[in-house]
């Protein structure tokens, strides 16, 4: 048995080896690998790998500052202490410490509350303004860019006021708006263009103090009717990115907006208005946001106050500087415009014995100018705010 179990372990152990070790048919490894690389080398040679890079497009963002200032009304004493001993008007010299704040702006807006329909109409002051060429002339060199024209006093030297005016603005270069000298002056809208942003501006008026606007003219002066400012906004938006109206509204003397100034606001907002400007109280009212229901929102400064004049009491003295920063965001063929930044600068309208009339920040004032003074600016920045805390008051 023992000679058996010997035989039976080395037949078996021979057949193993036999097995494992057999050479007449052997199995060669396949290169896996050398076989891929192979197949991709010879796909690459027939189909050739090009990397190409997608350049991403970048918005392209652009700002521009509008500012504005309230109304410019050339009482009789204005223009007197103006002249010059060779019979010609210098209004420059008043607005030399307001000066650097208007043309740093990239637009700057007026309103030129009274008609400049020249010396040969005869100058006049309240009630039936007519003042001199040369306060446009002083406003240009000041910084702005573009006046508003349509107010109560419009026609207070009738259709050859505004043409004389109308004309002295077209010398000078100033684009006007609000009042024109034809149906075809008036559905050209104005527009100004900075870094990029196109701006249109329109200007209406509550009424010209009873005077008539011609029917068969009504081109002469804008009034406030909705229909056609509607009808103008949209020809506005179709050449613009930015629609600013003007508006001859409110009651005198008034410290806040009343509610028809309120609703017309509105009514503006949606109808697309990006910025409202207001006059006519002479006396500073409140800004405001007005909210849409696209996300967007209008900027309103209800009544600038008084820039230069000759009234009397500190609230129809103090006037100032509104703005607002626009940015314009362009991409993909998109264009997004964005109101941000209000601002506010108080001036002072400074005179003493109807003489030396001065437009002063009231950050730079001192008690010589008006005693003090400290007070009121911060009564005026409190009023500034009923509405909204969203402004900056810059002293720079």
Known sequence: MKKLFVLLVLSLTLAGCNYFNATESPIEPVPVASAMEKEYKTEAEKKPIKIETVALEKPLVTRAKLVAIGDVLLHQSVYIDAETPDGVY?????????????ESADIA??????????????????????????????????????VTIANNHSLDKGETGILNAIEHWDSIGMPYTGAFKSEEDREEIRTVTKNGIHFSFLSYTYGTNGLPVPADKLYLVNLIDLDLIKQDVAAARMVSDVVVVSMHWGNEYENLPNQTQIDLA??????????????????LQPMDWIERGDGSRTFVMYSLGNFLSAQEGLKRLTGGIGGVEVTKTVHHGQSIIKLSNPSFMPTYGYYKNWRDFDVIPMHQLDDTFLPNYQAHYESTREHLLEFTDDITFTES
Do not use: C, R, W
Request: glycine share 12%; net charge negative; hydrophobic share 40%.
């Open 266 to 283: 509105n009514e503006l907002s949606g109808m697309g208005v990006d910025i409202i400007i207001g006059h006519h109280p002479h006396v």
């Open 90 to 102: 210098n209004f420059s010299p008043m607005f030399e410490k307001v000066k650097p704040f208007i």
């Open 109 to 146: 807006v007026a309103n030129q509350e009274t008609t400049i329909g020249g010396v040969e109409l005869g100058l006049s002051g309240y009630p039936m303004f007519n003042s001199p060429y040369e306060i446009a002339d002083a406003l240009k060199e000041t910084g702005i860019d573009l």
